[in-house]
T-cell receptor
Framework: KQEVTQIPAALSVPEGENLVLNCSFT??????LQWFRQDPGKGLTSLLL?????REQTSGRLNASLDKSSGRSTLYIAASQPGDSATYLC????????????FGKGITLSVRP | EPEVTQTPSHQVTQMGQEVILRCVPI?????FYWYRQILGQKVEFLVS????????KSEIFDDQFSVERPDGSNFTLKIRSTKLEDSAMYFC???????????FGPGTRLTVL
């Protein structure tokens, strides 16, 4: 059974800092991994999807990497801004396309002005 | 930009009552999902639906729950005889053929009293 872990649960950084959010998963036989952003009381906004055959994906100031063999993914945020404050969740998809996502608990990021 | 919509945004019900949560997936998507998030916990998969039938379901999705696509646009989750522990945020998601990214709606907050 896949387990997804995100540590630490919360992170506070000053504005402008580059930061890395970590995600680990127990079953390396994943099909792909998706990163989401969740604002308080709101839905999930997809940020990046990285296929198992890829090493990284980029969108603007965000870069996600994937290392299947070690069961790890990271989300890199460059030049953080107060508007980046939110909870960031990673979710792994097993083996086949369009199957369910298994989520981590998320990392709550606070970017201080 | 197309988006998943959900109604109502907040539903309050008495224990033992039946509720129906409604979702309108993105119009050309063929895969539909329900997830839930109990306050302070991980987002959990409930069920996936494709080609008018359930393709996968979790242990949580027991006989109390059912899903339906009553017409070409709506996707519903019915919870019979609600329990206190059903209180959670319920998210609908959809994905299309050729793209594995799941797009989530804003959620319905269900409160069972």
């Amino acid at each position: 059974k896949q387990e997804v872990t995100q540590i630490p649960a919360a992170l506070s950084v000053p504005e402008g800092e580059n930061l890395v959010l970590n995600c680990s998963f127990t079953d390396s036989a994943i099909y792909n991994l998706q990163w989401f952003r969740q604002d308080p009381g709101k839905g999930l906004t997809s940020l990046l999807l990285i296929q198992s055959s890829q090493r990284e994906q980029t969108s603007g100031r965000l870069n996600a990497s994937l290392d299947k063999s070690s069961g790890r993914s990271t989300l890199y945020i460059a030049a953080s801004q107060p508007g980046d404050s939110a909870t960031y969740l990673c979710a792994a998809r097993q083996r086949i396309a369009n199957s369910k996502l298994t989520f981590g608990k998320g990392i709550t990021l606070s970017v201080r002005p | 930009e197309p988006e998943v919509t959900q109604t109502p945004s907040h539903q309050v019900t008495q224990m033992g009552q039946e509720v129906i949560l409604r979702c309108v997936p993105i119009s050309n998507h063929l895969y539909f999902y329900w997830y839930r998030q109990i306050l302070g916990q991980k987002v959990e998969f409930l069920v996936s639906f494709y080609n008018n039938e359930i393709s996968e379901k979790s242990e949580i999705f027991d006989d109390q729950f059912s899903v339906e696509r009553p017409d070409g646009s709506n996707f519903t989750l019915k919870i019979r005889s609600t329990k206190l522990e059903d209180s959670a945020m319920y998210f609908c998601a959809s994905s299309g053929v050729g793209t594995d990214t799941q797009y989530f709606g804003p959620g319905t907050r269900l409160t069972v009293l």
